[in-house]
């Protein structure tokens, strides 16, 4: 395909294809992002590197939507489960798990020593959640899918898009999944 640039994710693509593509004389982008800010960050460097001649506006706009965010002020505990079969769960240093932490989620797999523990829909459920975060991706938890595993627990279907994509959904996410997160809970 002869391209110019190959951009990837450290945690989506392996080393070994990475370096051949370089060895290949391919330049290679590979982005990083575990929060928010790095998001922006890294954003703006690939737009750079596409030869975006400015910062699109979509960019400051949800760069300005998370810096201006209210202080959630009380806290909720919640695991996030992101597979079944096995059932996976987000742990520590995740873009996701800044993401609900920035809207006053505390994320109870958080200082999990994996990032994607597996971890048995048992524990999970015994690990005393006030609220169980189902997003419609990387699995596509639905409401017939998913909640009927937590019975009594309230439940939150959220827009993988807004949990998970750094793009111009950052603009409306923090609307977006405080208002599902909020719904949950009442």
Not at 116 to 141: C, G, H, N, Q, S
Not at 173 to 179: D, F, H, R, T
Request: with cysteine.
């Amino acid at each position: 395909l002869a391209p110019d640039l190959v951009v990837a994710n450290e945690e989506e693509n392996r080393p070994v294809d990475l370096t051949a593509l370089r060895e290949a004389g391919v330049e290679v982008l590979v982005t990083e992002v575990r929060g928010v800010p790095e998001a922006f960050t890294e954003l703006d460097r690939l737009l750079r590197a596409c030869g975006a001649r400015s910062r699109p506006g979509w960019l400051d706009e949800a760069e300005s939507a998370w810096t201006r965010l209210p202080d959630p002020g009380r806290r909720t505990r919640a695991v996030v489960p992101i597979w079944r079969r096995p059932w996976m769960v987000l742990g520590r240093d995740t873009f996701a798990g800044d993401v609900l932490a920035r809207l006053g989620v505390d994320n109870l797999y958080g200082g999990h020593a994996e990032r994607y523990p597996k971890v048995p829909v048992e524990e999970l459920r015994a690990a005393d959640p006030e609220v169980v975060v189902l997003p419609d991706e990387p699995y596509r938890f639905t409401a017939d899918d998913g909640p009927e595993a937590f019975p009594g627990l309230p439940c939150a279907l959220l827009s993988g898009r807004h949990l998970t994509w750094y793009g111009p959904s950052l603009t409306e996410a923090p609307q977006v999944l405080g208002g599902a997160l909020r719904a949950a809970l009442r």
